[in-house]
């Protein structure tokens, strides 16, 4: 039987589609509950950053135990923002690992800064806390007085070992951004920048400033979008500054306000990085499912687990605690090169030619023509990373998804796996 060539757009269409259609790498999870909130807002004649935006971004803030919480219009501007409210500027030096989206890194560019590689781990695909450590410390050698931040990017949803970051953080003076794209809802037991004891807590509610992304993918969706958290008055304040403009207050705050209703100053040549009321009533509601949407999520990893864990030629991923929530925003199989006659490109288009989307996440940046001439990086510099880059496979994995779906590519895969087996 031969897959329908035909990409379904929601889990109604893969229903209609018959017996084996199409299984998409990615599909969003909106519901009527989503679609009414976006309708009642198109009604109220509030479409920009308004009412909605702000109940979303304290529904957010308590959702991730944060003192502030601030609606943006992508991953991207969140953390953007949160290193130029750190004074992050021309010449500094951020850390980042190797193994992320391209948004990571560039954002340090944004501020004339350079960011300084580092490679990950082989089990979690998170940066390498050791390589981290040794890093700051060479760097401090050499007089890196410019060192300012690192930004540690929690893969798939797994969080990093934020307690060990944090104590790095701590003893040198630096500052921790959490790109937390994939994060939401995560827990990690740490200490936060703010509270020396370790805790189990939320991802958002650990380092100076963490950003969350609500890009159409992501365990959020608002289309697109994005949330900085912090705990300091003074960065939410600069952020809140910076996303508008440098205007001194938003469209709502200035209605809100005695002052003229035209009235504004501007403070700094900011940014157009506000989120819109519309987004935000999509955002509110997903906020109110992730419990469900994450537990389906959740049972999906276990049962592609269950199903590849022994066979030789592919290995699940592994969680380094499994008592933490994993926000399951990606399922990265891992392929035992020694084990089969085909590569990661061909089983790729093994799962495509049978109808199961799938992706690879990530493509290192050591290896971006951008990063590797600007830097001057070798794969040698980055051992596991470019290894882990020639093994790895993301499955889908949606809360849409049924069972059955599931099970079509636990099929496919344990068919390709075996037919391929060396
Ligand atoms: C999606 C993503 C981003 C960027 O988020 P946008 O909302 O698309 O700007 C940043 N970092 C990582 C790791 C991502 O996956």
């Not at 970051?165 to 790109?179: N, Q």
């Not at 809802?185 to 609500?214: L, Q, Y």
């Not at 790729?348 to 990063?371: K, N």
């Amino acid at each position: 039987m031969t897959a329908s060539s035909v990409t379904p757009r929601s889990a109604a269409d893969v229903a209609a589609l018959g017996a084996i259609p199409r299984i998409p790498f990615a599909l969003p999870c909106i519901g009527e509950q989503e679609i009414e909130s976006v309708v009642a807002t198109l009604r109220s004649g509030w479409l920009t950053t308004g009412p909605k935006t702000k109940v979303f971004e304290e529904a957010f803030a308590q959702a991730v135990g944060a003192r502030h919480a601030l609606a943006v219009n992508s991953g991207t501007a969140a953390l953007h923002l949160a290193l130029e409210a750190l004074g992050v500027e021309a010449d500094d030096l951020v850390l980042v690992p190797t193994w992320t989206f391209t948004a990571t890194a560039e954002v340090v560019r944004y501020l004339g800064a350079h960011p300084v590689f580092v490679d990950v781990d082989a089990a979690t695909l998170n940066v390498d806390v050791a390589k981290l450590e040794e890093r700051i410390i060479a760097l401090k050698r050499e007089g890196g007085g410019k060192l300012k931040a690192m930004m540690p990017v929690h893969v798939g949803g797994q969080a990093c070992e934020m307690d060990h970051i944090v104590r790095l953080a701590c003893s040198h003076g630096l500052a921790i951004v959490e790109d937390a794209a994939h994060a939401f809802p995560t827990t990690v037991n740490s200490a936060s920048v703010t509270e020396r004891a370790p805790r189990s807590r939320m991802v958002g509610s650990v380092g100076h400033a963490t950003a969350f992304s609500f890009y159409a993918t992501k365990t959020i969706a608002t289309g697109e979008g994005g949330m900085v958290t912090t705990e300091d008055d003074k960065m939410a304040e600069r952020i809140r500054l910076m996303r508008l403009h440098g205007v001194s207050k938003d469209a709502w705050s200035r209605r809100a306000s005695p002052l003229p209703p035209w009235y504004y100053e501007v403070l700094a040549p900011g940014f157009k990085y506000n989120l819109t009321d519309i987004a935000s009533a999509l955002g509110l509601v997903q906020l109110q499912r992730q419990p469900a949407l994450v537990a389906r999520r959740t049972a999906i990893a276990k049962r592609y687990s269950a199903a590849f864990s022994g066979h030789p030629a592919i290995e699940p991923p592994v969680l380094r605690r499994p008592e933490d929530v994993c926000a399951w925003h990606l399922y990265v199989l891992r392929l035992n090169p020694d084990r089969l006659t085909i590569d990661r490109d061909q089983f790729t288009r093994e799962l495509d030619a049978r109808g199961v989307g799938c992706s690879v996440h990530f493509i290192p940046l050591h290896l971006q023509p951008y990063w590797r001439d600007r830097y001057r990086l070798t794969q040698e510099m980055f051992p596991v990373a470019s290894r882990e880059f020639t093994r790895v496979v993301s499955l889908p994995i949606y809360p849409d998804m049924t069972d059955g779906m599931v099970d079509r590519v636990i099929e496919v895969v344990t068919e390709v796996a075996s037919k391929c087996r060396r």
